[in-house]
């Protein structure tokens, strides 16, 4: 069964800390590893990674994919109360069923003032 | 203008009770999917559309029907609503079935 699992679950910094956020997978067909961010209503696309090595960068986020180890972090520099929000990690898989995208449980992240 | 868009966007009914969510998309996407995030926030698929074919469907009960009148559009009717068919619902659409999904603003569904 296809899995993907997320750590920490919740996470609770003060502005201005650098955080990381975890993500391993292990399924079959492996396409890509997405990152969403969910305030309180619709989960919004932040990266997608097809390739291991090659770091995706937007602003103060920032994210990697290792495919030898199944696994992809999310950095977030100098965090603002504005980036609290649950963080979904997602697996692209591609099987005889079509394509379909496998969520973790999320990162739940708070930052205070 | 709102790129997906459901409705509506909170549905309180009895169980037993026959209720639909409607979605459209104006992103001009082919590919069409409906999620089901459960109270501990986990997003799980349920149904996608791909040109107006069911192109997945997980282990869901055959009381959830999608139906896609247009590629703009995929409407999930449910029967005989249960209690722990409470959850939010979301529709999304990709412009491929390998492109990133872009995401409804949720239904939030509650079964009394």
């Known amino acids: 069964e296809d899995k993907v699992v997320q750590s920490p679950l919740s996470l609770v910094v003060h502005e201005g800390d650098t955080v990381t956020l975890n993500c391993s997978y292990e399924v079959t067909n492996f396409r890509s590893l997405l990152w969403y961010k969910q305030e309180k209503k619709a989960p919004t696309f932040l990266f997608m990674l097809t390739s291991s090595g090659i770091e995706k960068k937007s602003g103060r986020l920032s994210s990697i994919l290792d495919k030898k180890e199944l696994f992809s972090i999310l950095n977030i520099t100098a965090t603002q109360t504005g980036d609290s929000a649950v963080y979904l990690c997602?697996?692209?898989?591609?099987?005889?069923?079509?394509?379909?995208?496998?969520f973790g449980k999320g990162t739940s992240l708070l930052v205070t003032p | 203008d709102t790129a997906v868009s459901q409705t509506p966007k909170y549905l309180v009914t009895q169980m037993g009770n026959d209720k639909s969510i409607k979605c459209e998309q104006n992103l001009g996407h082919d590919t069409m999917y409906w999620y089901k995030q459960d109270s501990k926030k986990f997003l799980k698929i349920m149904f996608s559309y791909n040109n107006k074919e069911l192109i997945i469907n997980e282990t869901v009960p055959n009381r959830f029907s999608p139906k896609s009148p247009d590629k703009a559009h995929l409407n999930l009717h449910i029967n005989s609503l249960e209690l722990g068919d409470s959850a939010v619902y979301f529709c999304a659409s990709s412009l491929r079935p390998n492109s990133p999904l872009h995401f409804g603003n949720g239904t939030r569904l509650t079964v009394t």
């Open positions: 997602a697996a692209h898989t591609n099987s005889n069923s079509g394509y379909a995208l496998n």
